[in-house]
C-alpha cells in the first residue's frame, strides 16, 4: 500500500495473479480520486477514476473501491500481466479550492513472468 | 495527434543559470500544470494556470516562474534561487468542467529531466 511521504513500497506479483494496490487519503472532504500509471522516465497515464458518492467503479480489467469511512481507496488489477509493471499513484482533489490534484507517493507494481 | 509535449527531454546547465522547460498542448484546454517529481516519491504542484494570464502558486513555487500568455503555452523557468532544481518535471493540462460530472484528469507530457551541476 501506499501513504503520502513514505518511502516508495513495492508490491510483486505472479504474471496471472490479482495485485491490489492501496493508497490512505488525509482529506475527507475530497470528492474525487483518481489513479495514474507511471511507467520509467514517462508521464503518468489515467487508469480510472471514481467520484465520492461512489464506492465502486469497473474498467476494463481493473476496480477501484473507494472506502470514505476509513479514507481509503484500493486499486484492482486482474490477471496481472508484465505490461502493467509500473509505478502507480493515487490522487485526489478536494470538495472546494484549488482544482489541482493531490497525489499520493506511489506503489511500485513488480509483475514476475 | 492531440496531446503534450515538453521539450527538451534531458536537459542539463550549470548551478546559477535560470533555465526554461518548454510545454504545449493541443487539446484545447484551458487548465495546465507543473509538477516536480523526485526519485521515489510522488508529483508535487509547482504552479497552476486555470485560464490564459492568470496563474497560481502550487506546494513548492519558491524558485520557480511561469508565464500563460497563450492557451496552447505554459513554459516554467527554474531560476538559480531554486536549491536543488535537479529533478523530473511533468507538465499537465485538462479541461474546465463544472459540476458534478465534471472530469478532473490531467494529461500529462512525457516529462523534462532537468540535471544541473
Known amino acids: 500500500g501506499e501513504s503520502v511521504g513514505l518511502h516508495l513500497p513495492t508490491l510483486s506479483v505472479q504474471e496471472g495473479d490479482n495485485s491490489i494496490i492501496n493508497c490512505a487519503y488525509s482529506?475527507?472532504?475530497?470528492?474525487?480520486f483518481i489513479w495514474y500509471k507511471q511507467e520509467s522516465g514517462k508521464g503518468p497515464q489515467f487508469i480510472i477514476d471514481?467520484?465520492?458518492?461512489?464506492d465502486k467503479r469497473q474498467g476494463q480489467r481493473v476496480t477501484v473501491l473507494l472506502n470514505k469511512t476509513v479514507k481509503h481507496l484500493s486499486l484492482q488489477i486482474a490477471a496481472t500481466q508484465p505490461g502493467d509493471s509500473a509505478v502507480y499513484f493515487c490522487a485526489e482533489k478536494g470538495s472546494t479550492g484549488r482544482r489541482a490534484l493531490t497525489f499520493g507517493s506511489g506503489t511500485r507494481l513488480q509483475v514476475q513472468p | 495527434d492531440g496531446g503534450i509535449t515538453q521539450s527538451p527531454k534531458y536537459l542539463f546547465r550549470k548551478e546559477g543559470q535560470n533555465v526554461t522547460l518548454s510545454c504545449e498542448q493541443n487539446l484545447n484546454h484551458d487548465a495546465m500544470y507543473w509538477y516536480r517529481q523526485d526519485p521515489g516519491q510522488g508529483l508535487r504542484l509547482i504552479y497552476y494556470s486555470q485560464i490564459v494570464n492568470d496563474f497560481q502558486k502550487g506546494d513548492i513555487a519558491e524558485g520557480y516562474s511561469v508565464s500563460r500568455e497563450k492557451k496552447e503555452s505554459f513554459p516554467l523557468t527554474v531560476t538559480s534561487a531554486q536549491k536543488n532544481p535537479t529533478a523530473f518535471y511533468l507538465c499537465?493540462?485538462?479541461?474546465?468542467?463544472?459540476?458534478?460530472?465534471?472530469?478532473?484528469?490531467?494529461?500529462f507530457g512525457p516529462g523534462t529531466r532537468l540535471t544541473v551541476t
Open positions: 471514481i467520484r465520492s458518492n461512489m
Open positions: 482529506n475527507s472532504a475530497s470528492d474525487y
Open positions: 499537465a493540462s485538462s479541461t474546465r468542467d463544472r459540476g458534478q460530472m465534471a472530469s478532473y484528469e490531467q494529461y
